[in-house]
């Protein structure tokens, strides 16, 4: 575990059970778009659920990876959105898995509750994320890295990327875990009021970046405005650090939040296709590939 993690009462004190993933998409976000649907196929893969060991209890994640392995694996710690670890997070698992990855997306609500079976965003922002302490999902995903490490990763080859609340956790992670290499983020929010369990935000973290970020963001989304993301932009330029020098955002013109979210209404098809292939190019550049 990373001796950066703070303990936290909220996940040490007590265990925790887990049962199973949900199948299939969230229920916050039906009825899903069924004609844009991304499927990508497990053929070639070994892909499933995992439990990775925690202080407190064991945690559920979606694990995808090539079934014939030569060798330590590229690692990327893939961040679920805001609805938790659905059918979308586990493709684009596959979709890792497929180009060569190690790819694994920890429920990081897992103490909290089920995300998929909440019936509507208000429900799950208030019953499930907003009881969601940063310092817990930094002690969780340092776990999932311990994990891949000892299952066939490569520590030197870790990237995390994460979208919508997951996007946030990226930029925060990549600050958190000397051992990540690169990171990107997918429409986090960048700068908010501080709170007892996210004391920080994106924007406050920048001199502490230990690899760099791509930034994914939608000049179209209304709930990160284009000044947070410009702020932002500012003051990766002005850092003296070298992660944040080499940090980059892409802002797509009339583009909206969840761009790449293929199951909704906000997927665009060539703004998602333009952002996959820069991660990817992102990836091998900072040499986890």
């Known amino acids: 575990m990373n001796p950066e993690t703070p303990q936290h009462p909220e996940f040490s004190r007590r265990k925790f059970v887990v049962g199973t993933l949900a199948s299939g998409f969230a229920l916050a976000v039906q009825p899903v778009e069924a004609q844009s649907v991304i499927t990508t196929p497990a053929t070639g893969l070994t892909a499933g ?42 493709d684009v698992c596959r979709r890792f898995a497929q180009l060569g990855y190690l790819a694994i997306a920890p429920d990081l609500y897992a103490r909290q509750g089920d995300a998929t079976k909440a019936a509507d965003v208000k429900t799950l922002i208030a019953e499930i ?7 817990q999902v930094m002690s969780d995903l ?19 990327t994460g979208f919508c609340w997951g996007g946030r956790i990226t930029w925060m992670y990549s600050a958190h875990n000397p051992a990540v290499k690169v990171g990107a983020a997918w ?13 920080k935000h994106p924007i406050d973290i920048v001199d502490a970046l230990k690899a760099p970020v791509l ?3 939608g000049a179209a989304d209304t709930g990160i405005p ?21 940090s980059e955002i892409v802002l ?32 091998v550049r900072h040499g986890v590939a």
């Open 49 to 90: 659920e995992v439990k990775i060991p925690v202080a407190d209890g064991s945690m559920l994640a979606y694990r995808a990876q090539p079934a014939t392995v030569v060798g330590k694996l590229p690692t990327v710690l893939v961040v679920q959105e805001i609805f938790g670890v659905h059918e979308h997070i586990r």
């Open 215 to 217: 930034g994914l963001y």
């Open 129 to 135: 994320v907003s009881k969601v302490p940063d310092a």
């Open 142 to 160: 340092d776990a999932t890295a311990d994990w891949a490490v000892v299952n066939g990763g490569d520590a030197g080859k870790l990237a995390v």
């Open 252 to 283: 797509y013109p009339d583009t909206p939040h969840g761009f790449h979210a293929d199951y909704r209404p906000s997927y665009r098809e060539k703004q998602a296709d333009d952002a996959w292939a820069r991660l990817k190019d992102w990836f």
């Open 187 to 199: 429409y986090g929010g960048l700068a908010r009021e501080a709170t007892p369990l996210s004391p």
């Open 226 to 246: 284009n000044d947070t993301v410009e702020r932002m932009q500012a003051a990766l330029k002005a850092s003296k650090n070298p992660a944040a020098m080499a």
